[in-house]
């Protein structure tokens, strides 16, 4: 079973058409060489996307790490002081631990 397409219409420069034509051919069309490349930038931003969301997940570890230990050494309570969760403020200072 294909996959359903849409028709869309885009702009692209004289370079960009005399580069797609140049590698279509038979049984590869300019469609499928910007589909297949549409397919890849969009497996990059997603790679990238899982990449951020596991650095903040590795923040958010440390700042737990870190308020555990705070609590430790105030017999199980927070100080007054302590900043509500400013991660990119503390995660430098984490770092260099």
Same mark, same amino acid.
């Given at each position: 079973m294909t996959e359903k397409l849409y028709r869309i219409s885009i702009q692209i420069t004289q370079d960009q058409y005399s580069?797609?034509?140049y590698f @279509? =051919? +038979? =049984?590869?069309?300019? @469609?499928?060489?910007?589909?297949?490349s549409i397919e890849q930038e969009l497996k990059k931003l997603e790679d990238n996307e899982l990449g951020e969301r596991a650095f903040e997940a590795a923040k958010e570890e440390e700042? $737990? /790490?870190? #308020? #555990? /230990? /705070? #609590?430790?050494?105030? =017999? =199980?309570?927070? +100080?007054?002081?302590? +900043? $509500?969760?400013?991660?990119d403020q503390l995660w430098p200072k984490l770092q260099a631990k």
């Open positions: 580069k797609l034509k @279509s =051919g +038979p =049984g590869t069309s300019i @469609s499928a060489l910007i589909r297949q700042w $737990e /790490k870190h #308020m #555990m /230990k /705070k #609590m430790e050494e105030n =017999g =199980g309570l927070l +100080p007054n002081d302590v +900043p $509500e969760c400013n991660l």
